[in-house]
């Protein structure tokens, strides 16, 4: 019988000495699992297993993250082409992806070697940005797309349509566009509506809007969303995807987000969790 294959991805500013990393592949082995390292372990001689992020990826069923919420996002969009499940392990503070938490991780492990657990479909949202009837760039977002001003440049005005129909011209610091996992991400803290992580919607939050009024609208998943910035805007803005990755954006560029054309899937050990259990205990930290 195949063993199952698990894929780590290590966070080494909050796993530094790599004990936690470690612990969790002798689990893997004790539950009859292969483990394999993936990312950047330069002294990965700490840690009894060879690493190789590409053959992780492509031969693993499941793969693992271990670190915070930003450590998910990020081992998920590495791993969104590969379509592998993954597993988040909380070394962090607030945790609202990563659902395991370090005095969990035997229990999780053993769960996922006898296939008791649940997958949890959350959707992604693609994002590609058009300059002169050319695509330059395109990319994926499971928490939020954010167009911003830079740093020292004056009111961005955006312009937002969805299916090709005017919503409003947005003047401020930007919009995001978030999808329901990141309702309690940045959209949250610009006044956004907490939405449940297994909805499908969009939901568009202005930021620091310099109008009177200041409201998120929603739309299905199944809306295309346009974004541009007016011809005549003098400075440069910023388009940036779950914290993680960003494309500068000039006037004249068209953004249009979607709903990908496939999910993220995390795997769940804790089956009776609640949301709002869990949203309760974290946002109070």
Not at 111 to 140: C, H, P, Q, W
Not at 234 to 240: I, Y
Request: aromatic share 8%; hydrophobic share 40%; charged share 25%.
């Amino acid at each position: 019988m195949k063993k199952i294959q698990i894929g780590i991805f290590t966070n080494r500013k909050k796993d530094k000495d790599l004990n936690i990393t470690n612990r969790v592949v002798e689990l893997i082995r004790k539950y009859g699992m292969h483990p394999h390292l993936a990312g950047d372990l330069s002294d990965s001689q700490k840690v009894r297993v060879p690493y190789d992020s590409v053959f992780a990826m492509e031969n693993s069923d499941f793969v693992i993250s271990l670190g915070g919420d930003g450590t998910l996002l990020r081992t998920a969009r590495t791993i969104f082409k590969y379509d592998i499940p993954v597993l988040g392990i909380n070394l962090g503070t607030v945790g609202f992806l990563a659902e395991v938490e370090k005095n969990e991780i035997e229990k999780a492990i053993e769960r996922l070697s006898k296939g008791d657990f649940k997958l949890k479909n959350r959707m992604v949202l693609s994002a590609l940005v058009d300059r002169n009837g050319e695509t330059v760039y395109k990319s994926i977002a499971l928490n939020d797309v954010v167009v911003s001003r830079d740093g020292l440049s004056r009111i961005i005005r955006l312009k937002v349509l969805v299916d090709g129909q005017f919503i409003d011209s947005f003047p401020g610091d930007g919009v995001i566009i978030s999808t329901p996992t990141g309702s309690t991400a940045y959209t949250l803290s610009a006044g956004g509506p907490i939405v449940q992580p297994d909805m499908r919607l969009m939901i568009t939050t202005p930021i620091c809007p310099h109008i009177l009024y200041s409201r998120s609208f929603i739309t299905s998943p199944e809306k295309e969303l346009s974004l541009s910035v007016n011809d005549d805007y003098p400075d440069s803005a910023t388009m940036t995807l779950d914290g993680q990755e960003g494309f500068n954006i000039v006037a004249g560029d068209r953004i249009t987000i979607r709903q990908a054309d496939k999910d993220i899937r995390f795997v769940s050990i804790n089956s009776g969790i609640n949301f709002y259990d869990v949203l309760r205990a974290k946002i109070r930290v």
